[in-house]
């Protein structure tokens, strides 16, 4: 139901723009995040959208780089992602909770989409 796209290799200080694209039912109502993972570490929030999209939240380490949207029209959340960093490297997921508001741990989603890999060079 969910679908993320976008990932790959870029070199440090370039951007990706990810994209989560909704299947099968739509996320009206839904808030949506965007959690990333390393090998050995937890999920971890990067970051995450209110229904409508009035309001946002973002992880420290990404603030001022990274910008989460919506589009409802499309069913899509997208992650642009600036002056990428090698720490910016890991499996990046999207997900869907039952609530419009944003969460920021990983048991509060409900749906969560496959993940695509972005790798930052140094």
């Known amino acids: 139901q969910l679908q993320a796209s976008g990932g790959g290799l870029v070199q440090a200080g370039g951007s990706l723009r990810l994209s989560c694209a909704t299947s099968?039912?739509?996320?009206?109502?839904?808030?949506m995040g965007w959690f990333r993972q390393v090998p050995g570490k937890e999920r971890a929030i990067v970051a995450a959208?209110?229904?409508?999209?009035?309001?946002?939240y973002y992880a420290n380490s990404v603030k001022g780089r990274f910008t989460i949207s919506r589009n409802n029209v499309k069913n899509t959340v997208d992650l642009q992602m600036n002056s990428l960093e090698p720490e910016d490297t890991a499996v990046y997921y999207c997900?869907?909770?039952?609530?419009?508001?944003?969460?920021?741990?990983?048991?509060?989603?409900?749906?969560w989409g496959q993940g695509t890999k972005v790798t930052v060079s140094s």
């Open positions: 997900a869907a909770r039952r609530n419009s508001v944003p969460a920021m741990s990983r048991s509060e989603y409900d749906y």
């Open positions: 959208i209110s229904w409508p999209g009035r309001a946002t």
């Open positions: 099968g039912r739509t996320f009206n109502n839904n808030a």
